[in-house]
T-cell receptor, first 114, second 112 residues
Framework: NAGVTQTPKFRVLKTGQSMTLLCAQDMNHEYMYWYRQDPGMGLRLIHYSVGEGTTAKGEVPDGYNVSRLKKQNFLLGLESAAPSQTSVYFC?????????????FGPGTRLTVL | GQSLEQPSEVTAVEGAIVQINCTYQTSGFYGLSWYQQHDGGAPTFLSYNGLDGLEETGRFSSFLSRSDSYGYLLLQELQMKDSASYFCAVRDGDTNAGKSTFGDGTTLTVKP
C-alpha cells in the first residue's frame, strides 16, 4: 500500500516550458487535491477533484490545468512555466466518508523555474 | 472565503507544554483539523474537532470553541522530534466540496 505517490520528485524548467506532474493514490479515495507551498507559507489549493472526470478551481488556479481521467490519478499541468511557479507541489487525497476530511499527502515535487 | 490566523513561531524546551492557537473567520464551517510537517517532508494529519471540546491523542490534544471561532493544539512532554510546523485547517461548510483551507503554519522549535 503506497498511499499517495508523486512523479517527479524534482524538476528544473526554463521559463515558457511545459510539464505535467502526476499524482497517484491506491486508497480508492474520491477526493484529490493539488497544493503549492512557498517557503515559510501554508498550503494553497490550486485545483481539486471530487470524483473521476470532475475538477474544480481552488484558491490559486491561474497558470495550471488538471485532469482526472481515472479515479486513482490526478494530473497537474503547467502550459507555460513562469518563475513565480517555483514552489513545492503537494498532491493529497481524502475519502468521501471521512467527516474530518483527513487528507493524505504525497512526498511533494520541488519545481524550479529559471 | 476562509481566513485563519496562527502564530508564526513558538519556542519551548524539552519536556514542557506548548499551546498553538488558531482563530478563523469562515463563510461556512464544518470542522478544524491540525497537521504536522517536518522540514522537507509532507504534512501529516494529527487531529480533528467537529464539535466543541477537547480531543486527546497521546501527548497531543486539540480543542475547539465554535462560538469563539477558536481552537488550539496542545503538545505535552515535548520532545526534540516535535520540532516541526503545525497547520490548522478548516473544512468548508459545503461537505460536498470535500476541501479545507490551511493556515500559514506555526514553526515550533524545541530546545534541549
Amino acid at each position: 500500500n503506497a498511499g499517495v505517490t508523486q512523479t517527479p520528485k524534482f524538476r528544473v524548467l526554463k521559463t515558457g516550458q511545459s510539464m505535467t506532474l502526476l499524482c497517484a493514490q491506491d486508497m480508492n479515495h474520491e477526493y484529490m487535491y493539488w497544493y503549492r507551498q512557498d517557503p515559510g507559507m501554508g498550503l494553497r489549493l490550486i485545483h481539486y477533484s471530487v470524483g473521476e472526470g470532475t475538477t474544480a478551481k481552488g484558491e490559486v488556479p491561474d497558470g495550471y490545468n488538471v485532469s482526472r481521467l481515472k479515479k486513482q490519478n490526478f494530473l497537474l499541468g503547467l502550459e507555460s512555466a513562469a518563475p513565480s511557479q517555483t514552489s513545492v507541489y503537494f498532491c493529497a487525497s481524502s475519502s468521501l466518508a471521512a467527516t474530518s476530511n483527513e487528507q493524505f499527502f504525497g512526498p511533494g515535487t520541488r519545481l524550479t523555474v529559471l | 472565503g476562509q481566513s485563519l490566523e496562527q502564530p508564526s513561531e513558538v519556542t519551548a524546551v524539552e519536556g514542557a507544554i506548548v499551546q498553538i492557537n488558531c482563530t478563523y473567520q469562515t463563510s461556512g464551517f464544518y470542522g478544524l483539523s491540525w497537521y504536522q510537517q517536518h522540514d522537507g517532508g509532507a504534512p501529516t494529519f494529527l487531529s480533528y474537532n467537529g464539535l466543541d471540546g477537547l480531543e486527546e491523542t497521546g501527548r497531543f490534544s486539540s480543542f475547539l470553541s465554535r462560538s469563539d471561532s477558536y481552537g488550539y493544539l496542545l503538545l505535552q512532554e515535548l520532545q526534540m522530534k516535535d520540532s516541526a510546523s503545525y497547520f490548522c485547517a478548516v473544512r468548508d461548510g459545503d461537505t460536498n466540496a470535500g476541501k479545507s483551507t490551511f493556515g500559514d503554519g506555526t514553526t515550533l522549535t524545541v530546545k534541549p
